[in-house]
C-alpha cells in the first residue's frame, strides 16, 4: 500500500520550528500542565500509575466523555492517541477497498490520504466559499446514493472556521438516513465558537453518525494526545480492534489529566479561554485585512483556530509561503494544499502580539516584494 504525501503535516513538520513568527498552527495556545492544573490535582498526577490501563481507554474517562453525548455510554466511545488516530481507525474498521467515501472539501485532509491509499473510492463535494464555505444540499443529493458508505465532513471547518446552519445539519442527517449511509463528524474543533453557542453534535442527531473529537483544538491541549471516536456500540467495538495494532492504549498520565478536562465545568473553563484568545485574535486579524483589502479579504471564521485567507497577488500559494518563511521567517500554510491556490491558511490562535507582529511583517513583504 502507498500513501500520498500529507503535504499539509509535512510542511508544519519540516519548518514551523525554524522560524520567529509560526502562523501556521491550527490549535489555540496551549496549557502547561501548572496553568491546568489545581495544586492538589498537580498532586494526585504524580500518584498515577504507570501501567497499560485499558485498551480502549479507562473506564471512568469513556464515561465521562461518553456524558458529553446525550444518551450514549461507555460502550459508544473509545479513547485515542489523539484525533488523528481516532480519524485512522474509523477508516481502518468502517472502509474497505471499492466503498465510496464522501468528503466534503476543503478539510483536514487525512480521512481523505488513508481511504485512497486503501482503494476507496473517494467522491468530493465542495464547500462552498459564496455560501460561507458550507455544502449546498443540492450538491450532496447529486453525489450520495445508497452506494454510498460514508460521509465525512470536518464540522467546525478546518481551514475556513466555518459552521453549518442547524437546518443544514439537519439536511445533511436526512440525507444519510434517506440513504442508510454513515455520517462521519471530525468534531475536534466543536466547542470553540465564536459567536454563536455550542451547536449539537451529529452524534446528538443521527444513530449512525460517528464522531471524531479529543482535546487538541477547542481544548488547546495537543500534547496530551488524547482523542476519541463516539458512535454505535458495534462500530466502536470495530474500531477496538484496529486499535489493538496501532497503539494498544493511551498514556495513564494522560488520560488522568483528560478526566479533570472533559468534566463539564472544567471544559467551559477551557474553552472560555480558548474563544477569549481566538476573539481577540480575530478582531487583530479583520482589522489587518481591512487595512490590506486591496490585497487580502475572507470570510471570517465562526469557530476554531485559523482563518482562511484569499489574496490577489500574482503568485502561487506554495511559493508564496516558502519566500515568507525564507526572506521574513514566517510561516504559513498554502492553499495549494486543500487544492486551492490563492488562499493561506492562518492561525489565529497564538498570543495577539505574535499575530499582530507576524501579521505587519506579511503585509511589508508583499508590499515591498509583490507589488
Ligand atoms: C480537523 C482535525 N482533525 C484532527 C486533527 C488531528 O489532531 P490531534 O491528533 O492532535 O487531535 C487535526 C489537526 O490539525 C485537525 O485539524
Not at 232 to 253: C, F
Amino acid at each position: 500500500m502507498k500513501i500520498e504525501e500529507f503535504t499539509l503535516e509535512r510542511i508544519q513538520s519540516l519548518y514551523e520550528n525554524t522560524v520567529e513568527y509560526n502562523l501556521s498552527d491550527s490549535g489555540v495556545h496551549p496549557y502547561s500542565l501548572r496553568e491546568l492544573l489545581t495544586p492538589s490535582e498537580q498532586r494526585a498526577l504524580l500518584d498515577v500509575e504507570l501501567g497499560y490501563g485499558w485498551t480502549n481507554g479507562k473506564v471512568s474517562l469513556r464515561e465521562a466523555i461518553a456524558r458529553l453525548y446525550p444518551g450514549r455510554d461507555a460502550d459508544n466511545v473509545i479513547v485515542t492517541n489523539g484525533s488523528a488516530e481516532a480519524n485512522f481507525l474509523l477508516v481502518m474498521s468502517l472502509l474497505e477497498p471499492g466503498d465510496e467515501l464522501v468528503v466534503f472539501v476543503p478539510n483536514y485532509l487525512q480521512i481523505l490520504g488513508w481511504a485512497r491509499a486503501i482503494g476507496v473510492n473517494v467522491k468530493q463535494v465542495l464547500l462552498r466559499e459564496e455560501l460561507g464555505w458550507t455544502p449546498d444540499l443540492d450538491d450532496v443529493r447529486k453525489v450520495v446514493s445508497t452506494k454510498t458508505k460514508m460521509m465525512t465532513i470536518c464540522h467546525p471547518n478546518n481551514p475556513t472556521g466555518s459552521l453549518l446552519s442547524r437546518e443544514t445539519m439537519d439536511g445533511l442527517v436526512a440525507i444519510a438516513r434517506e440513504n442508510d449511509v454513515y455520517l462521519h463528524a471530525d468534531e475536534v474543533y466543536k466547542g470553540a465558537e465564536l459567536e454563536s453557542q455550542e451547536p449539537p453534535s451529529f452524534a446528538d442527531l443521527y444513530e449512525k453518525a460517528i464522531v471524531t473529537s479529543g482535546l487538541s483544538k477547542a481544548l488547546a491541549l495537543p500534547g496530551l494526545r488524547i482523542g476519541w471516536l463516539v458512535g454505535p456500540a458495534a462500530e466502536i467495538y470495530a474500531s477496538w480492534q484496529s486499535k489493538d495494532y496501532t497503539s494498544i492504549t493511551t498514556s495513564a498520565v494522560s488520560e488522568f489529566v483528560a478526566e479533570i478536562v472533559v468534566q463539564p465545568a472544567k471544559r467551559q473553563e477551557i474553552l472560555a479561554r480558548s474563544k477569549r484568545i481566538l476573539r481577540e485574535n480575530l478582531a487583530v486579524l479583520s482589522a489587518w485585512v481591512e487595512k490590506n483589502s486591496d490585497l487580502f479579504s475572507f470570510v471570517p471564521p465562526k469557530a476554531g483556530g485559523m482563518a482562511f485567507l484569499r489574496y490577489s497577488m500574482d503568485i502561487n500559494s506554495t511559493t508564496l509561503i516558502h519566500r515568507l518563511r525564507e526572506e521574513r521567517s514566517i510561516m504559513l500554510l498554502p492553499g495549494d494544499v486543500y487544492g486551492l491556490d490563492k488562499y493561506i491558511r492562518i492561525g489565529i490562535g497564538a498570543p495577539a502580539e505574535h499575530l499582530q507582529a507576524g501579521l505587519e511583517r506579511l503585509a511589508g513583504f508583499v508590499r515591498s516584494e509583490l507589488r
